[in-house]
């Protein structure tokens, strides 16, 4: 009785929906089943830290790879997931961030002050990402893209400072003996960017359909096809 609720049409058109709304909540559960195994490790403020901020660098820069896997390789998919992947890379930065004033400074704006700033600065540095963030999640609707106009795909260029100040933050804490780690992100985000530079996002543009429009000239046309083809006639105007 259930087997007409999802139609298979539906589900090869959202198939990478469908991953993506139900994988963000993996790094969630897991955190949970170690919580309730009390398997945090040694420090428990310092696992849940790692996690969620690991995970919203990882979804951050998976939405920056939606337009450049379209230039790349004509991926539409991906374009359909960027916003909500987005939306959920504030979602965890948002619990990287109240993990940090909640569990490890328990609220206690003044010890932020004294202590948390001056021994980490890169806080602040994580900070104005997340209000990058804040503002591009909040302006993601479309009610907000008609109030907006232009000023709304010129707000949303922060998306891409945000993704420096990201890896920028997770660089600066990384202890010596991990800084591989964020340089292959930092790696990733810049051959991203470097796609969506307009000079080479035409060069790939137009190399991709140079090579449609030789593999179109390859293929043989039948008989039959050849007889539905319109022939073009002169006509008066």
Same mark, same amino acid.
């Given at each position: 009785?259930?087997? /007409?609720?999802?139609?298979?049409?539906w589900?090869?058109?959202?198939? *990478? +929906?469908?991953?993506?709304?139900?994988?963000?909540?993996?790094? *969630?559960?897991? !955190?949970?089943?170690?919580?309730?195994?009390?398997? !945090?490790?040694v420090?428990p403020?310092?696992? *849940?830290?790692?996690?969620?901020?690991?995970?919203?660098m990882?979804?951050? !820069?998976?939405?920056?790879s939606?337009?450049?896997?379209?230039? =790349?390789?004509?991926?539409?998919?991906?374009?359909?997931?960027? @916003?909500?992947?987005? &939306?959920?890379?504030?979602?965890?930065?948002?619990? /990287?961030?109240?993990?940090?004033?909640?569990?490890d400074?328990?609220?206690?704006?003044?010890?932020i002050l004294?202590? %948390?700033?001056?021994?980490?600065?890169?806080?602040?540095?994580?900070?104005?990402? &997340?209000?990058?963030?804040?503002?591009?999640?909040? #302006?993601? #609707?479309?009610?907000?893209? +008609? +109030?907006?106009?232009?000023?709304?795909?010129?707000?949303?260029?922060?998306?891409?400072?945000? %993704?420096? &100040? $990201?890896?920028? /933050?997770? =660089?600066?804490?990384?202890?010596a003996?991990?800084?591989?780690?964020?340089?292959?992100y930092?790696?990733?985000?810049?051959?991203?960017?470097?796609?969506?530079?307009?000079?080479?996002?035409?060069?790939?543009?137009n190399?991709?359909n140079?090579?449609? @429009?030789? $593999?179109?000239?390859? $293929?043989? $046309?039948?008989?039959?096809?050849?007889?539905?083809?319109?022939?073009p006639?002169?006509t008066?105007?």
């Amino acid at each position: 009785m259930y087997k /007409h609720l999802i139609k298979p049409s539906w589900l090869r058109e959202n198939w *990478l +929906r469908v991953i993506v709304h139900i994988g963000v909540w993996g790094p *969630l559960l897991w !955190l949970a089943w170690r919580t309730l195994n009390d398997d !945090l490790g040694v420090d428990p403020v310092v696992t *849940l830290n790692n996690v969620t901020g690991r995970t919203a660098m990882i979804l951050l !820069l998976l939405c920056l790879s939606a337009t450049p896997l379209y230039i =790349l390789f004509g991926f539409r998919q991906g374009l359909i997931v960027r @916003r909500a992947l987005g &939306l959920y890379a504030f979602m965890y930065a948002g619990l /990287h961030f109240m993990n940090f004033i909640a569990l490890d400074y328990t609220f206690d704006l003044q010890f932020i002050l004294q202590d %948390g700033i001056p021994e980490k600065p890169y806080i602040l540095v994580g900070l104005a990402a &997340l209000l990058m963030l804040a503002a591009l999640a909040v #302006t993601s #609707t479309r009610g907000w893209m +008609r +109030r907006l106009k232009r000023n709304w795909t010129r707000l949303h260029w922060l998306i891409y400072p945000t %993704g420096i &100040l $990201v890896l920028f /933050h997770f =660089l600066w804490q990384a202890k010596a003996a991990e800084k591989w780690e964020p340089l292959i992100y930092a790696a990733v985000l810049s051959l991203l960017l470097i796609v969506r530079l307009p000079p080479i996002r035409r060069a790939i543009v137009n190399f991709r359909n140079r090579n449609k @429009r030789a $593999v179109t000239k390859r $293929v043989p $046309v039948s008989l039959t096809e050849r007889a539905t083809v319109p022939i073009p006639t002169r006509t008066t105007e």
